[in-house]
Nanobody, 115 residues
Framework: QVQLVESGGGLVQPGGSLRLSCAASGFTFSTYYMSWVRQAPGKGLEWVSDINPGGDSTYYPDSVKGRFTISRDNAKNTLYLQMNSLKPEDTAVYYC????????WGQGTQVTVSS
């Protein structure tokens, strides 16, 4: 069965950094587009980043561009999200996704940015 397990969330001050990880199993990770999506309290899902199977093409919305970096290690079946210069509005549960909206989702990891 497909399994995605996010980790690395926590409480950080504004301007701080966190590195999220998503461990994947049960499918051929190296052939899938992967994404990070987040959900702030009381809000809907917001796309954060995409990365192609080879890891050499990445995509970001303006809200995180220049601050977040998505990457992957296909040998370890792991997806990463490096988050720098964090803002309170980045507070959300962060989910990794394989294969888009009709694909698989993890359980999420909480990121809280607060003084």
């Amino acid at each position: 069965q497909v399994q995605l397990v996010e980790s690395g969330g926590g409480l950080v001050q504004p301007g701080g950094s966190l590195r999220l990880s998503c461990a994947a199993s049960g499918f051929t990770f190296s052939t899938y587009y992967m994404s990070w999506v987040r959900q702030a309290p009381g809000k809907g899902l917001e796309w954060v980043s995409d990365i192609n199977p080879g890891g050499d093409s990445t995509y970001y919305p303006d809200s995180v561009k220049g601050r977040f970096t998505i990457s992957r290690d296909n040998a370890k079946n792991t997806l990463y999200l490096q988050m720098n210069s964090l803002k309170p509005e980045d507070t959300a549960v962060y989910y990794c996704n394989a294969g888009g909206g009709k694909g698989s989702w993890g359980q999420g990891t909480q990121v809280t940015v607060s003084s």
